[in-house]
């Protein structure tokens, strides 16, 4: 059983910037393709970006492009999610999640969910 555990999250002003961080226990990290997903007040969850187990291959939602970095640390059993540029419509709760692949991922096939962090950007 893996254990996500997201932090990072918090209160910005538009235009800045959050490093989401989350720990993952309990599994062989380099296992799993990880992602961040989030949810708005209202709307449904949604994939923001996504990278396969080695690190090699990424994959982001239309809105992250360009303004959002995911990278992971096997050494370290931890995903980021870099965030620049932040505007209104990003305030979410992001979720960290980890499957088998990142295919599957992008598919819906998530194995593990963290409790998720909440991220508030002011105008």
């Known amino acids: 059983q893996v254990q996500l555990v997201e932090s990072g999250g918090g209160l910005v002003q538009a235009g800045g910037s959050l490093r989401l961080s989350c720990a993952a226990s309990?599994?062989?990290?380099?296992?799993?393709?990880m992602a961040w997903f989030r949810q708005a007040p209202g709307k449904e969850r949604e994939l923001v970006a996504a990278?396969?187990?080695?690190?090699?291959?990424?994959e982001y939602a239309g809105s992250a492009k360009g303004r959002f970095t995911i990278s992971r640390e096997n050494g370290r059993n931890t995903v980021y999610l870099q965030m620049n540029n932040l505007t209104p419509e990003d305030t979410a709760v992001y979720y960290c999640?980890?499957?088998?692949?990142?295919?599957?991922?992008?598919?819906?096939?998530?194995?593990?969910w963290g409790q998720g962090t909440q991220v508030t950007v002011s105008s």
């Open positions: 999640a980890a499957g088998e692949r990142m295919g599957a991922i992008i598919d819906g096939d998530i194995t593990y």
């Open positions: 990278i396969s187990r080695m690190g090699s291959n990424t």
């Open positions: 309990g599994g062989t990290f380099d296992f799993y393709g």
